[in-house]
């Protein structure tokens, strides 16, 4: 096969996974720490992954072409220095997915901490707001032990503040569960008896939908919920009003 051949078929190529990849590419912003480190990795992932896709197709399909008609073909002879390249290149692209994938697995703000990393947190930030997650067939409950704010689990509306670091109790009153907001990033089960944590720090205001993401009965698609972030102002105001409402009720 010519290579005046090979070079259209391989722009043509190129410009088919770039259109399949740019909606990944594009995302320049993200709406909580967690999703940023998540978004970083796949597009550095994706810059690794898209030429070596375009190598391996194009070679595959110039040897499919090259040697279609070839009736009597002669055995592969072995050649160390072909094995040994590809070897050390295999294990180079190994590295650079390991080390890239480490250095944001291993983030307070995609990997669960325990209870004892939790603590370290508020220890080292004062700021960090601490919102504890109850999942229970089929609603949520949001508490907020520091401003003593339960919420309604008819609700279903957790409110927190932007640009704060947010650190999240996650339990279960009586099944297997899962709080997942996709918007954010953000996915965590929850156990019966057990607490598993989650931080982040949001950075837009808006409305992020928040649902059970682990089958737990026949109510289990509405199992739905809204994380309402606000300004930090606005977030105080809440709690203010939460806090005089509560205490109106017990009165």
Sequence with gaps: MDIRRIVPLAVFAVGVLAVAVEPALAQSTADSATEELIWDLNNQLLYIAVPLTILVEVILFYTVWRFRNNESPLPTRENRRLEISWTVATAVILLFVGVAS????????????????????????????????????????????????????????????????????????????????????????????????????????GEYQLYCAEYCGKGHSGMLGTVDVRTQDEFQDWVAQKQQTDENETS
């Design 102 to 205: 480490y250095q944001v697995l291993a983030s307070p703000y995609v990997t669960a901490t325990s209870a004892d990393a939790g603590e370290d947190v508020t220890a080292e930030d004062e700021a960090v707001l601490e919102v504890q997650v109850v999942a229970q067939k089929y609603s949520w409950t949001f508490n907020y032990p520091e401003q003593n704010v339960t919420t309604d689990p008819t609700n279903n509306t957790m409110v927190i503040p932007a640009d704060r670091t947010i650190r999240f109790n996650v339990t279960s009153k009586d099944w297997l569960h899962a709080m997942h907001v996709p918007g954010l990033g953000l996915k965590q089960d929850a156990f019966p008896g057990q607490s598993n944590y989650k931080v982040t720090e949001v950075h837009e205001t």
